[in-house]
Each structure stands twice: as structure tokens, then as C-alpha cells.
């Protein structure tokens, strides 16, 4: 199909509604699932009059006389046919992936909110079930869990032959709140001791725990006020996210990094109760980001490496250890919105970013992660504290017209290997969904 930018378009999907989020499943088995995230204001004369995530705080609201409400879906597509892991052929011979690599839609739910961010669990529900959940953060202040229930890799025969279909049903939800619920990540350690954190949009944090079997439903249990503007006025708290300490041998839920509206990017020690109790940041950063801090991420396999975005178009890459400045920043263009480092422990100086209106994006960080992972493992960080120096833009993609919000890399393994990343990505205003393959993004 088309180019868009230096990335090959194998496949355009109607999203049917303002596309907001895209994830891959992580669950073992399930790797070829990714999920689609829809948000859309409706009126009650049943004309469409679509609002970005940035718009009214209210859930109902009035323009022109009509009563407007937020609704929202999630759509889960298959992968069919895995797409060609091969590098390209020669210069001069073709080098267009198979035409056969296409999502199919496998199931789809609507919820009474729009979806403004969206994650897999990182663990199965249970050991037993293999049970993958998706957690969606609404418009309508629910923090709503489904569960998939598709069968493993090694079931897929048998339950075509049984009938059984795949679903995304409902494990839990929350009570309506006032503010927006803008965004979400889970913590590691295991679904056991699963915890949620969520940022809104009057600048609060919280943090959401769940039965790890479904038994109750989930509970906020350590909500605080995390930003503001000047005089206190409240502001969007664009992100929040938990450092990825499994590699460091400590608790997945107990460091929370927050950034907002006010520019001003925070790190909350929970195991000194967050800021739930009173407590002052363990680290404030502001000054460093030239406008709201809107995207962010630890590293998956470096205890003290985390990326930043904003809306002033450029990524960061932070030392938690010395916070003071970055340890590199690279503009995008575009504004941030997302941002997923390669999941692959052998590539994790790759960086996909989701650019709002420059497309996206994939950086090679400089980081050089070819040690052995594991406790005790070195960092990429030099002697000196400096990060390899990076390399910048490596691959783009340009086929979104407006708005690029959700950005994922296939997490099927034979894709996590191939040097011609498989990414799916979405966009807001066209509710474009795409499944899209880059240039080499390293040497063989």
C-alpha cells in the first residue's frame, strides 16, 4: 500500500470513532490481540460533533441548545497472517511485504464514556487462566477492566471447532467521577499485588488496587492532589506512570513519576504514602520541559532510565539519579503524546512515539543494551552519568492526518526480532487505525 513517510502502510481500518489509544496484548499466546480505543461527543439531535480529549471538563455539556455526551468503544482486532520478518531484498528488487498480513476484528465493546487511555495487564490475571485485562480510563471518571477470553496459542483449533468466541467481558468497574481520568499504567510484581495509577484532569493522582481473581471490585485507596497552576488552580495531569523495577529485584508499585499542564514533571516515593498523605514530591523537575509534560515511560529493563514528551515537540531521557537536567532531549515535532520503548531487551534503545501532528515516530536513544539483564545488571549509563550519545529520528510515519494518540510495536515475537518493526497506531479527528512496518531500524 502507500508510503507514509518511510514507513509501509500494509493495512488502513475505519475506526468508526475518534481513535485515541492502541495496544498490543502481552500475555503469552495472545500476542497477535491489539485493541483500538474510541472516544466521540455525541448530541442528542444525533448530528456528530467530535471533541478532543482536551475539551470540557464536563461529561454532558450544551453547544447550540444540544446536549453533548461523551461515548466511547474498544475494538479488538487479530492478526491473521504474521507479516514478513525478512530484511529487505536488494536495491532493485521489490521489497513490498506480503499483501496477506491484515487485522481482522475479533470482538468489540461500547462503554459509556469515552476512552482516553488504555493498557494491558503486564501479567495474567491469574497463573491459571492466562487471563489478559485491559483497563481503560474514561471520560466519565470509571476505571473499567475487561477481560479477554480467547484460548492460548495451542487452543486456537479447538475452540474453532467448540464455537467458542472471542470476547472482551467486563471484570470491573468504578463509580462515575467528577474529572476526567486522562490516563493509566499498571504496575509489575504480578497480578497478586496488582496496583493501577491514573492521573486526571483537576492535576490528581490515584492509585487503584484490584482482587487478584475478580472477587471485588477495584478500589482507589491512595488518591492526592499532584499539580496545579499558580494560586492552585487546577490543571490536567496529562500522564503518570510506575518505574519498571523488575530488573533492580524491588516492588513494582512503589515509585510513580507524574507530569501535567503546568509544564512540571514529579516523582512520588509511595512507599512514604505518595503525596496522599501530605508527603512533598521526592523529586519536582520544572523548567526543563517548555510546555505541559503529556507522555512519559520507564525504560523496561533500566531501574533508572525513563523518557519524557511534551507538548514543546521534544522527547527526554532522564537519569532518575540526577534529575536535575536530561540526559538528552531530541525534538519530533508535532507534540507528544505517547511514547513505548522496544519491549525486546536486546533493542531497548528504540523508542516509538506517537507525535500528535507530526505522525510517528521511532528514536534510537544511543543506549547500548547488549549487557545481561537481570539483577544487579549494568546500566547503559556511561561512567560519567551521560547516556551513548543518540541517534536521533530513525524511522517515521506520516499517514495520520491529525492527532496521532496511540502508537504500539507488535509484541509477537517473531515481530519483536525483525528489523522491520510491525507497529499499529491510530489517529483522532480521521478515527484512522493503522498497521504500518518501518525501514530497518538496525544493522544485520
Not at 337 to 346: E, S, Y
Amino acid at each position: 500500500m502507500g508510503d507514509g513517510g518511510g514507513g509501509r502502510t500494509l493495512q488502513e481500518i475505519d475506526a468508526g470513532a475518534n481513535a485515541c489509544s492502541v495496544e498490543w496484548c502481552p500475555t503469552a499466546g495472545l500476542e497477535h490481540y491489539v485493541s483500538c480505543a474510541t472516544y466521540s461527543l455525541a448530541s442528542d439531535d444525533t448530528s456528530q460533533d467530535n471533541a478532543a480529549p482536551t475539551g470540557s471538563l464536563d461529561d454532558t455539556e450544551t453547544r447550540a441548545g444540544a446536549a453533548q455526551t461523551r461515548t466511547g468503544s474498544i475494538v479488538l482486532h487479530k492478526l491473521a497472517c504474521t507479516p514478513p520478518t525478512s530484511p529487505p531484498a536488494p536495491a532493485g528488487q521489490d521489497t513490498a511485504p506480503s499483501s496477506s498480513a491484515r487485522l481482522e476484528e475479533a470482538a468489540s465493546v461500547s462503554l459509556d464514556g469515552g476512552v482516553l487511555d488504555s493498557k494491558w495487564s503486564p501479567q495474567p490475571l491469574t497463573d491459571s487462566s492466562g487471563a489478559a485485562v485491559l483497563a481503560c480510563a474514561t471520560s466519565t471518571g470509571r476505571l473499567a477492566l475487561y477481560t479477554l477470553c480467547a484460548p492460548g496459542a495451542g487452543q486456537r483449533e479447538e475452540q474453532e471447532e467448540s464455537g467458542e468466541r472471542t470476547e472482551l467481558r467486563q471484570l470491573s468497574c468504578s463509580d462515575k467521577k467528577d474529572n476526567l481520568l486522562l490516563s493509566l499504567d499498571w504496575s509489575g510484581g504480578g497480578m497478586a499485588n496488582a496496583k493501577i495509577v491514573v492521573s486526571q484532569s483537576d492535576g490528581a493522582v490515584a492509585i487503584w488496587r484490584l482482587h487478584p481473581n475478580g472477587g471485588a471490585p477495584i478500589q482507589e485507596i491512595e488518591p492526592w492532589h499532584a499539580h496545579a497552576l499558580r494560586g492552585g488552580a487546577p490543571t490536567e495531569a496529562w500522564i503518570s506512570f510506575f518505574r519498571r523495577p523488575e530488573c533492580a529485584g524491588e516492588d513494582g508499585a512503589s515509585f510513580v513519576v507524574s507530569g501535567a499542564d503546568d509544564a512540571a514533571m514529579k516523582g512520588w516515593d509511595l512507599r512514604a504514602g505518595g503525596g496522599s498523605n501530605g508527603t512533598s514530591p521526592a523529586f519536582v523537575c520544572k523548567g526543563q520541559h517548555g510546555a505541559g509534560v503529556t507522555a512519559g515511560q520507564w525504560h523496561p529493563t533500566l531501574p533508572h532510565v525513563f523518557a519524557s514528551g511534551s507538548y514543546d515537540e521534544s522527547v527526554r531521557i532522564w537519569d532518575a539519579r540526577t534529575i536535575r537536567e536530561p540526559v538528552s532531549c531530541t525534538p519530533t515535532g508535532g507534540g507528544l503524546w505517547r511514547l513505548k520503548w522496544h519491549p525486546d531487551p536486546d533493542r531497548g534503545n528504540l523508542l516509538l512515539a506517537a507525535c500528535m501532528h507530526a505522525g510517528m515516530r521511532v528514536l534510537d536513544t544511543g543506549m547500548d543494551i547488549s549487557h545481561t539483564l537481570g539483577h544487579g545488571s549494568q546500566s547503559s549509563l556511561a561512567g560519567n552519568g551521560e547516556l551513548e550519545v543518540p541517534k536521533g529520528i530513525v524511522a517515521k510515519y506520516t499517514r495520520h492526518a491529525s492527532m496521532a494518540y496511540g502508537a504500539d510495536w507488535c509484541l509477537l515475537p517473531t515481530m519483536l526480532r525483525s528489523r522491520c518493526a510491525v507497529i499499529a497506531s491510530c489517529s483522532f479527528y480521521d478515527s484512522l487505525f493503522c498497521l504500518w512496518q518501518t525501514t530497518p531500524l538496525w544493522a544485520q
